[in-house]
C-alpha cells in the first residue's frame, strides 16, 4: 500500500489529466447530449488500464462493462458506477465554467465530478495503479458504468435481468454520493426506494373571475388539498390503506448501529437551513434510513405572479414523491396510492413517473465486515456503517435480481454539491478514494484466498 501510494504521488498530474478528461465530455442523459460519446470515451479509458471492455446496448443509453478475470482468484468483484450527469443549469450560477474542470481552494469544480465521474475514476485509476504495482488482482473484477443513472436507470433492472450469467459475482460495490459530514468515511448497507407521482385535477375549461363566478365553479386546488388531508396524520403517518403492510422492522442490529452514528442537532440544523431542528439521534436516523416519506414536491395552480389577479384557476398539479424502505414495493403502493384517490378524489388523474425499489445488506454478512475494515485502514480513521441512505440508487438489481450483497462507500466530500451549481470533489478525496478501492481489493483478496 505505501508503494501505491508513493505511485499516486508521482502520477498526481497525469491522473487530474486523465480525470479532467474525461469531466470535459459532456454526457447528460436527460438530453441525450453526449452520451455515445462519452461512453466510447470510457470503453477505450478502461481498455488502456486493461480492462476486457464492451458496449452492451439497452434502449436508452449503452452499458460500459468491463472485466478482469482469472480462474485462479475465488472472489468477484462488481464494480457500479454512471457515467452519466445531471444538466447543469441554472448556468448563471456557477463560479466556474461548468465543463471546463477547474481546481480551486483544493476543489475540482466540474458538472459530474462528485456524482459520478469522479469516483467511478477513482476506480479504474486504483485498478491501474495496483496493476502496476502489484501485478495481477488478487480477486476478479467486474465493472458496470451505466449512462442513466441520473435518468432513474430505467432500464438497468432488465439489463441485469438479461445477464445474470455475465455478472456473477460475490459483492457489488459502489463509490456515490458524500461521506458523512463529520467527514468520516461512509459504508451504507442500502437504500430507500422511491416512488414518484402526478396528480391533475380540473375544474372548469378556463380560469374564471373569482367574484363573478365565486361559488359557482368548483376550485381544483381545493380538491387537492382536501386529498392532501387523507393522506396523512398532523403527526406524519400516512393514511393511505396499507402502506406500513410490508414494511420490514429493523432488526436489533441495525437499532444498535444508528444508536452510535455521529449526530450533532446544532450543526445538522445549521446544514439544512432549519434552526428549529429538534431530533434525537435515533428519531433523526430512523426517519432518514429505516422509515418511508410521503413528500409533496410541487404544488402549481392558478395565478403565481407580482400582485394580484382574481381568479379560480381551472386546473391543479400536484407532485408528490415517496420514499420507501425493505419489503415496500413501488408498484404495490402505487396501486394503494391510486385506489386511495378514487375513493376520496374519483376525478383526480394519477400519472406515475418512475419508480426505484428499496435495498439492504444485512449489517452481519462477513464480506461489510472485510470491506469496513478495508475502509478503516485507507482512511485511517473507523467508518459509519449505516444500515440504509436516504436517498435512492439502483441498489436493488443487485441484491434482488442478483441476488448479492452490496455496499456502498462514497468517496466525495459531504459538500459536493451534486445536482447543484458548482458541484465539487476535493483533490484529496479523489485520490483518497483511489487508495480505499486499493485497500478492499487487497483485503477481500486476504480473506477470500484461493
Known amino acids: 500500500m505505501q508503494q501505491i501510494e508513493k505511485l499516486l504521488e508521482s502520477k498526481k498530474e497525469e491522473y487530474l489529466d486523465l480525470l479532467f478528461t474525461f469531466l470535459k465530455q459532456k454526457s447528460i442523459s436527460a438530453q441525450n447530449v453526449g452520451m455515445q460519446a462519452c ?15 464492451t ?16 480462474e485462479s482468484n475465488n472472489f468477484t468483484l462488481l464494480l457500479y458506477g454512471h457515467y452519466d450527469v445531471q444538466p447543469a443549469d441554472p448556468l448563471e450560477e456557477w463560479n466556474t465554467p461548468p465543463f471546463e474542470p477547474t481546481i ?11 456524482d459520478n465521474k469522479g469516483q467511478l475514476m477513482a476506480q479504474l485509476l486504483a485498478i491501474k495503479s495496483y496493476q502496476e504495482v502489484m501485478g495481477d488482482l488478487p480477486i476478479n473484477v467486474k465493472f458496470v458504468f451505466e449512462g442513466e443513472e441520473e435518468s432513474g436507470s430505467p432500464n438497468i433492472a432488465k439489463f441485469v435481468e438479461d445477464n445474470r450469467d455475465l455478472l456473477k459475482a460475490d459483492l457489488v460495490y459502489t463509490s456515490d454520493g458524500p461521506m458523512h459530514d463529520s467527514g468520516a468515511p461512509f459504508v451504507l448497507l442500502g437504500v430507500r426506494g422511491m416512488l414518484y407521482v402526478e396528480l391533475t385535477a380540473k375544474g372548469g375549461d378556463w380560469d374564471s373571475h373569482s367574484g363573478n363566478k365565486g361559488n359557482i365553479v368548483p376550485n381544483p386546488a381545493w380538491e387537492l388539498v382536501e386529498l392532501l388531508n387523507t393522506m396523512r396524520a398532523k403527526d406524519g403517518t400516512i393514511l393511505i390503506d396499507g402502506f406500513y403492510d410490508d414494511l420490514r422492522e429493523p432488526t436489533k442490529k441495525e437499532l444498535e448501529l444508528i444508536s452510535t452514528l455521529p449526530f450533532d442537532a446544532d450543526q445538522l440544523g445549521e446544514q439544512i ?17 429505516l422509515e418511508p416519506t410521503l413528500n409533496i414536491a410541487g404544488f402549481h395552480s392558478g395565478y403565481g405572479g407580482e400582485g394580484s389577479k382574481t381568479i379560480i384557476p381551472s386546473t391543479a398539479m400536484l407532485k408528490i414523491d415517496m420514499r420507501l424502505v425493505v419489503d415496500q414495493d413501488p408498484d404495490d403502493i402505487l396501486d394503494k396510492f391510486i385506489k386511495h384517490v378514487k375513493k376520496h378524489a374519483p376525478d383526480v388523474e394519477v400519472i406515475s413517473h418512475g419508480s426505484m425499489k428499496p435495498s439492504r445488506t444485512p449489517s452481519d454478512s462477513k464480506v461489510v465486515s472485510v ?3 478495508a475502509v478503516e485502514n485507507a482512511y485511517k480513521k ?31 466530500n459531504f459538500d459536493e454539491a451534486n445536482h447543484s451549481p458548482n458541484e465539487n470533489m476535493g483533490v484529496d478525496n479523489f485520490f483518497d478514494g483511489i487508495m480505499c478501492t486499493c ?12
Open 371 to 373: 470491506v469496513k475494515h
Open 55 to 70: 458496449l452492451i446496448d439497452t434502449e436508452g443509453h449503452p452499458v460500459v462493462y468491463g472485466e478482469i478475470m482469472n
Open 104 to 114: 480551486v481552494d483544493g476543489k475540482i469544480y466540474c458538472r459530474g465530478v462528485g
Open 382 to 412: 473507523k467508518p459509519i456503517l449505516q444500515p440504509s441512505l436516504g436517498g435512492s440508487l439502483p441498489d436493488y438489481v443487485w441484491t434482488q435480481i442478483l441476488g448479492v450483497p452490496s455496499v456502498v462507500v462514497p468517496y466525495a
Open 273 to 289: 437551513g432549519y434552526k428549529d431542528f429538534d431530533m434525537t439521534r435515533e428519531e433523526y436516523y430512523r426517519k432518514l434510513t
Open 439 to 450: 485497500h478492499v481489493i487487497r483485503e477481500l483478496g486476504e480473506v477470500y484466498k484461493s
Open 39 to 53: 461512453s466510447i470515451m470510457l470503453k477505450e479509458m478502461m481498455e488502456e488500464v486493461g480492462i476486457d471492455t
